[in-house]
């Protein structure tokens, strides 16, 4: 087969479209050649779709309908609030180590250093002493397990942590509010406005927390929360399930290995 006898215009077509949505550039990279890929597939569904700007019209005030109803939400739940719940040694300890990836994931994306200014130090943590009977090391769990590559947060890191902590357990343990966060639309942009709300009151008895924006316009107060949703979604979604489908659940491996070494001691009594 003579290839110079193939038509090759539909490829040239497509790698000229390419190449014009990478600013007519003739040697493109990979990752240019698949962002326009992307973009292309979005314009040929909207082609072949036969989607009309008025059904885009009407997807995009269905969208601001629901964000003006999330934002009420996130008021009426905001101000339900009591702040009664507050951690324990082992959660505080816990929490300090969670804060501190939450803070090395904002960095793997933004990569910023004003971000890991602000969101990491070298300095030695101090006992936490916002409230008396609160006085403990919030680094032990972090000091046992380091091996020399974890890095700790800063005192903002750590306290944003802590009362996201707060917010979602009170949440959590409130039959009434967690029923009403679960009929947002979509649960972590409700949690953000929830925390922007919160984060303008006073916790642990000293000032409120600021919004934080890094010298790049970063907004780390918004990049934590989502964040710390991310961690603490799963096993929420985990507990749900079970609740919804206790017959359903499976044995965990370590049941089933409890189980096995028990029938072997009794088979050989």
Known sequence: MLLGHLQSDAIERRF????????ANYYISMRQVLESDRRIRAVSLLKFSRISLAEIDSVIQSADFHSSTDDSLADSLADALTFCVFPSANDANIIFYVSGYMARSVIRSTKCDHCREYLFTSDTMEPLDAVDKFEYSVSTFLDAVNRGGLQKPTDFTFLLAVHCWRVFEELKSTPEL????????????????????????????HSPIDSNVCVAGHDLN????????NCVAKNLVKEITAKANPTSQQPSKKKRKIAKLQSGTSEQQ
């Open 222 to 229: 918004r990049l934590l929360v989502e964040r710390f949703f």
């Open 178 to 205: 967690m029923q009403k966060f679960l009929t947002a639309t979509t649960q972590r942009a409700l949690f953000c406005k929830i925390m922007d709300r919160a984060c303008c009151m006073e916790t642990f008895g």
């Open 16 to 23: 000229g479209w390419l190449r014009q949505m990478s600013g």
